[in-house]
């Protein structure tokens, strides 16, 4: 119970530093005060005149809302990325600040307003190295503690890391500040055990539901039964959707153009290295259940077609070191760089930047077959990456299909843009490290 308490202690102090308003006031003073300060010591003889050129002169007014901005928007784009299940914090400081920063100095340009460089980019740097610092005290104690309900099935709960299950001997409240409650709600739960989560309740400590905990932790969403499937939670956010299909098209308008010259220095590439087509052509399951056909850089030696449906659906199946893939093709796949003509399928409609990945039909059939809810992934179009591929990259056999297609689920439930810009980050330390792909 003394360590209960101590780690408790560590997780308040940890809390302290991760509230949005300390955040913010600590941002605001390190991040753009301290800047405009130091140059004012070095610009101005008194605090006088410094105040006057700050009120006074656009340029360093313009640099002061600048770095106000830059550092709201980075602070709610980071706090919004850490929400999602599995992200380490300090991985998406840079990305998080440099992408509001860069926002705000687009604006600048755009509408050809005048700022001090210096001031911005030094309030770019403060704002990351304090981040930083802040993601450090704040995962110094990694380990949460929670109190565990004995009833329904908790055997998910074993395994997960970063998590100390205390399990309840009797229905009396844990006298332990800034723990929770995990309760399988779906179970037959006693009356002394409902008094006691009334009590919790009344105390201000948390009582979660167990499959939404674990969702929360994990980033899957897991469906047992047709009977608690809750199609109304797994419908996607309408909304978002028709944003995104139009901010699907705009991107991909202006990215085709932009990507031109390498595609034709990879399409020289391919041809160069083995015989056969540029690009691979094959019919994928897509939205709602209708097939279309799905562009790609040939990465591997062309094959006689299969025969079988069996034949077909081995031939879908990407083995780790395949001897089909060509030299110039294991580079495109390490990069994922062959995904990029499928800018052609988003022009027409059939996918998306971000999405479940479409599988080969018979592939599809397959899982469908063996698989209950399968097709729910077809609620969202595919797309060239997802959630699912940067949590647990390319798989194959039904089992890790299966672990797949929760990472779907959940993408579909809690589809939003802070989802997407996670994945967008992801994805681009995907295409870095190489990890995932076959």
Same mark, same amino acid.
């Given at each position: 119970m003394l360590q209960a308490r101590l780690r408790s202690r560590d997780g308040q102090r940890r809390a302290a530093v991760q509230r949005y308003r300390y955040q913010i006031l600590i941002g605001l003073l390190v991040a753009v005060v301290l800047p405009s300060l130091v140059r004012g010591v070095f610009d101005a003889r008194d605090f006088e005149y410094f105040s006057r050129t700050i009120l006074e002169y656009g340029n360093s007014r313009n640099s002061l809302l600048a770095s106000i901005f830059g550092l709201f928007l980075g602070v709610s784009l980071f706090r919004r990325l850490c929400n999602f299940p599995g992200v380490r914090s300090y991985e998406y400081v840079l990305p998080s600040f440099?992408?509001?920063y860069g926002i705000v100095m687009a604006a600048l340009l755009i509408f050809r307003l005048e700022y001090?460089?210096?001031v911005v980019v030094t309030s770019l740097v403060l704002a990351v190295m304090t981040f930083f610092v802040i993601c450090y005290l704040s995962q110094r104690h990694t380990a949460y503690l929670f109190h565990v309900v004995p009833c329904g099935d908790m055997s998910r709960l074993h395994g997960i890391r970063h998590v100390d299950w205390a399990y309840l001997q009797e229905p009396v409240l844990p006298d332990v500040p800034g723990s929770g409650i995990v309760v399988d709600l779906r179970a037959d739960i006693g009356e002394d055990w409902e008094r006691l989560l009334a009590q919790a309740a009344l105390a201000g400590v948390p009582v979660y539901h167990s499959k939404q905990l674990l969702e929360s932790i994990t980033g899957q969403v897991e469906i047992e039964h047709i009977s608690e499937n809750n199609l109304g939670s797994l419908n996607p956010n309408d909304g978002y959707g028709r944003v995104k299909q139009v901010?699907?098209?705009m991107v991909a308008l202006v990215a085709l153009p932009l990507f031109l010259p390498v595609l034709l220095l990879i399409a020289l590439a391919i041809r160069l290295d083995s015989p056969g087509p540029v690009l691979f052509r094959q019919v994928r399951m897509g939205f709602r259940g209708?097939?279309?056909e799905v562009y790609k850089f040939r990465t591997m030696r062309p094959v006689t077609a299969p025969g079988t449906h069996d034949d077909a659906r081995r031939a879908a199946i990407t083995q780790s070191d395949d001897d089909r893939v060509t030299r110039v093709g294991r580079i495109l796949r390490r990069t994922r760089i062959d995904e990029i003509p499928q800018i052609l399928n988003i022009l027409r409609g059939e996918m998306s930047w971000i999405g479940p990945r479409p599988e080969a039909m018979a592939l599809s059939g397959w899982y469908q077959s063996e698989i209950s809810f399968y097709s729910y992934r077809h609620? $969202?179009?595919?797309?060239i990456t997802g959630w699912a591929q940067?949590?647990?990259?390319h798989v194959a056999e039904?089992?890790? $299909?299966?672990y797949k297609l929760c990472y779907d689920f959940y993408y579909i439930k809690y589809l939003s843009a802070w989802l997407d810009a996670l994945i967008v980050f992801r994805t681009i330390r995907t295409v870095i490290t190489g990890s995932g792909a076959k």
């Open positions: 440099c992408t509001s001090i460089v210096s901010l699907d098209m209708k097939p279309f609620v $969202v179009k595919p797309g940067v949590n647990q990259g039904i089992h890790d $299909v299966h």
